[in-house]
């Protein structure tokens, strides 16, 4: 169902992005891997790939800048004649009291979350109306449903990434492009590996399954999101977060 088809999956050298990858890769998907700054963890990710005999294609760059990220879905669509997956899942966090955090802190979340979603959508969206085809999976988080104190930024810009996949699903649908959002909860990733086991302990214990999620278990949902089970499925918002939020 998703055989030879070409997915670019931003942030992929690590934790969810990674899985992501590897999900639609041994679906058959090409894949266009981005990063920004780690290139063993992603030269690791490429052998993983290649191993399960699909193309993997790795481009360098910072999605948050606007010329970059359409230089990202050129060099894909040169490379593979096509783009049928874009999965918007580069992001940082830079935490912090309301009252203590610092400017450029909120801005460069904004930039890498927000902002570099928009700008990989804004020129993916040009190949794909012309295709009258393709699937726009963003990554949101459930704190950007329901907030989270020491993340007023990072809370901004998924809630942000929830309004840009309603808005751009109305636009894009009229030539079949459905636009989606996956909300993660707590889920194991480097960012989480740094909690102390109390910290852990107590958000699990606020999760009606009782522990944290699996960065494949997002890409599950993801794939299924890029697939044609998903054919009529637009402008929706998915948690994968075990019931946290309801």
């Known amino acids: 169902m998703l055989k030879r088809k070409t997915a670019i999956v931003t942030g992929a ?25 780690d290139v063993e963890a992603m030269q ?23 010329k970059q990220a359409e230089n990202i879905i050129k060099a894909a669509t040169e490379s593979f ?33 927000l902002k570099g979603a928009f700008n990989c959508i804004r020129h993916a969206s040009l190949v794909m109306m012309k295709q009258r085809s393709g699937k726009i999976i963003n990554i949101a ?12 930024n990072y809370a901004a ?12 699903a109305r636009e894009l649908a009229c030539r079949g492009v459905n636009v989606n959002a996956v909300a993660p909860g707590f889920i194991e990733t480097d960012m989480t590996a740094i909690l ?22 997002v890409a599950n949902v993801v794939s299924f999101l890029a697939s044609d089970m998903a054919s009529y499925i637009t402008g929706q918002v998915i948690n994968v977060d075990g019931g946290m939020v309801m």
Not at 15 to 20: D, F, L, V
Not at 141 to 150: E, F, T
């Open 13 to 37: 050298s690590r934790g969810i992005g990674r899985a992501i990858a590897l999900n639609l890769a041994s679906q058959g998907v090409n894949i266009v891997l981005n990063y920004r700054n």
């Open 44 to 66: 690791e990710v490429i052998k993983e790939i290649e191993a399960k005999g699909v193309r993997v294609v790795a481009i360098k760059g910072d999605v948050s800048d606007f």
């Open 81 to 113: 004649g096509s783009l049928d997956i874009l999965v918007n899942n580069a992001g940082i966090t830079r935490d912090g009291l309301i009252m203590r955090m610092k400017e450029e802190d909120f801005d460069n979340v904004i930039a890498v979350n």
């Open 141 to 152: 988080s459930v704190v950007g449903i329901v907030g989270n104190a020491g993340q007023s």
């Open 157 to 168: 810009s998924k809630a942000g990434i929830i309004g840009i996949t309603k808005s751009v």
């Open 196 to 217: 102390s086991d109390k910290i852990k302990r107590v958000m699990e214990e606020g999760i009606p399954f009782k522990r944290q999620g699996k960065a494949e278990e």
